[in-house]
């Protein structure tokens, strides 16, 4: 082995320092330290690290020449969504949710810290206000990770093992839960039933929902809007059908859309998730996202949820109330492998975020947002729509993603991306290989981020890349 060189940033890393750690425990060498791995399982390649750098200007610029490799939404124009969303943080998310009260109280036991019980307290009350639901846990990893534990949940609630889950769905989202359902053909797994949508209209395919519908079907999953950005008209009728079955209807919703639109709890949802990203999060790559789950306040559902849950009660002292985690034991934190799922704590600090956010916004300002966000989406696919060999699929009743066809343009989505790129736009999300029977289609994401100005530069860049 080679002689060591001490790295300016990497602790306990001299020689000096590693002869007196070997001594501490009794061994000679690195190699008698490690004798028990077998010699094939070594590297052979060496060290292929590059020299630590001294000055720590010049690292400051090493770093931000990798960043700038990066293309990045401040300094493009973008329309993607599809999971991840662009939308406005109010700067007073980043101020409270950076305070050392929040950073620092990540977690401690199930009676401490009670002002970071009373914030997650108050984000389940403002969640479940918006959702019309009264128990709502703590935020799980993203959206896919709340299907799957909803899909398990009600799983346990019938004691059946087959779901219906839509094919309108984000696959990254589908492939979460497809984990979360398990190991196909293994003793605790869900079978897992397509459900077709209509390629005519975005909507849930009823004749196929009809056909699949027994009392072995543990739940359905549909999401509104779906993965094409359309509201799904038929919620009300599907969710009768599954309840005819003695199934659970969950459906996910964008908490944005809760403003203009009723809450899947109006027509009979039993269990609604969704992303809490939305709700004063940035965009983030690799992170930044969080999923919520929520259902009526009824023991059966209470007794299912595998996140935390938050609540209030009354002291010893007169008048006084205090926030408190509940059904603490079902928990993975409470009982580790026998709790009802595996739950973490890395988006709990975006859970303050969302509070901030639902606090400043109120139901005016939901409903502003929403309506906000709609108009902007109509109004640019009715441009685009106007775009020679251009036209936008599922043209009603979409909230802020649509799906638009460049099929007629004899281009594909990728050649169309590459010329708005180039004008510094981030096109829409390339659906061709995830939806092939919508041909060369794009999903389009437009909020209330967006001005007229941007609009109008994503018109006259359509125009021209679609040219050939």
């Known amino acids: 082995m080679t002689p060591l060189t001490p790295h300016p940033y990497m602790g306990n890393s001299t020689e000096a320092i590693h002869e007196r750690m070997l001594a501490a425990v009794g061994a000679s060498s690195i190699e008698e330290l490690f004798e028990q791995i077998p010699a094939e399982h070594y590297g052979t390649q060496g060290e292929t690290l590059p020299d630590g750098i001294l000055s720590e200007a010049t690292l400051e610029l090493h770093v931000d020449g990798i960043l700038r490799a990066n293309k990045n939404t401040r300094d493009n124009l973008s329309f993607l969504g599809a999971g991840s969303w662009q939308h406005h943080v109010p700067a007073v998310c980043d101020e409270i949710a950076?305070?050392?009260?929040?950073?620092?109280?990540?977690?401690?036991?199930?009676?401490?810290?009670?002002?970071?019980?009373?914030?997650?307290?108050e984000f389940s009350s403002q969640l479940g206000e918006l959702l019309d639901l009264e128990f709502v846990g703590l935020p799980v990893y993203s959206w896919g990770s709340a299907g799957g534990n909803a899909l398990r949940m009600a799983a346990r609630l019938t004691g059946r093992n087959r779901v219906i889950v839509t094919k309108a769905i984000d696959p990254e989202r589908r492939a979460v839960i497809e984990s979360y359902c398990g190991t196909q053909g293994s003793s605790r797994a869900l079978e897992i039933i397509d459900l077709d949508y209509d390629a005519e209209t975005g909507h849930t395919d009823l004749d196929q929902l009809a056909a699949q519908l027994d009392d072995t079907i543990a739940a359905v999953y549909i999401d509104t809007p779906n993965h094409l950005?359309?509201?799904?008209?038929?919620?009300?009728?599907?969710?009768?059908?599954?309840?005819?079955?003695?199934?659970?209807?969950?459906?996910?919703?964008?908490?944005?859309?809760?403003?203009?639109?009723?809450?899947?709890?109006?027509?009979?949802?039993?269990?609604?998730?969704?992303?809490?990203?939305?709700?004063?999060?940035?965009?983030?790559?690799?992170?930044?996202?969080?999923?919520?789950?929520?259902?009526?306040?009824?023991?059966?559902?209470?007794?299912?949820?595998?996140?935390?849950?938050?609540?209030?009660?009354?002291?010893?002292?007169?008048?006084?109330?205090?926030?408190?985690?509940?059904?603490?034991?079902?928990?993975?934190?409470?009982?580790?492998?026998?709790?009802?799922?595996?739950?973490?704590?890395?988006?709990?600090?975006?859970?303050?975020?969302?509070?901030?956010?639902?606090?400043?916004?109120?139901?005016?300002?939901?409903?502003?947002?929403?309506?906000?966000?709609?108009?902007?989406?109509?109004?640019?696919?009715?441009r685009i729509s106007g775009i020679d060999g251009v036209t936008v699929r599922f043209d009603s009743g979409f909230f802020k993603e649509f799906v638009v066809d460049f099929t007629g343009t004899g281009l594909t989505v990728a050649d169309i991306n590459e010329k708005l790129l180039a004008e510094g736009i981030f096109g829409g999300k390339d659906l061709s290989g995830d939806f092939p029977e919508l041909g060369q289609s794009a999903l389009y994401c437009v909020t209330e981020v967006h001005t007229e100005d941007d609009i109008e530069r994503l018109i006259s860049s359509l125009g021209k890349a679609v040219t050939r």
Do not use: C
Request: aromatic share 10%; glycine share 14%.
């Open 229 to 382: 950005g359309v509201f799904e008209a038929q919620a009300a009728e599907i969710t009768a059908r599954a309840h005819a079955v003695g199934a659970e209807m969950i459906v996910g919703t964008d908490p944005l859309s809760l403003g203009i639109v009723a809450s899947p709890a109006s027509y009979g949802a039993d269990i609604v998730i969704g992303s809490t990203q939305p709700l004063g999060v940035p965009l983030n790559a690799g992170g930044g996202v969080g999923g919520f789950i929520a259902t009526r306040d009824e023991e059966r559902y209470a007794r299912e949820f595998p996140t935390l849950q938050v609540s209030i009660t009354e002291t010893l002292v007169p008048g006084e109330r205090a926030f408190g985690l509940t059904l603490f034991g079902q928990s993975s934190y409470g009982a580790r492998e026998e709790g009802n799922d595996w739950t973490g704590n890395s988006v709990y600090l975006w859970a303050i975020r969302n509070t901030v956010y639902m606090a400043l916004m109120g139901p005016a300002g939901f409903t502003e947002v929403g309506s906000t966000i709609i108009s902007n989406a109509h109004e640019t696919a009715k």
């Open 98 to 121: 950076g305070r050392s009260e929040f950073l620092t109280s990540v977690w401690g036991t199930p009676s401490s810290d009670h002002g970071r019980n009373q914030a997650w307290f």
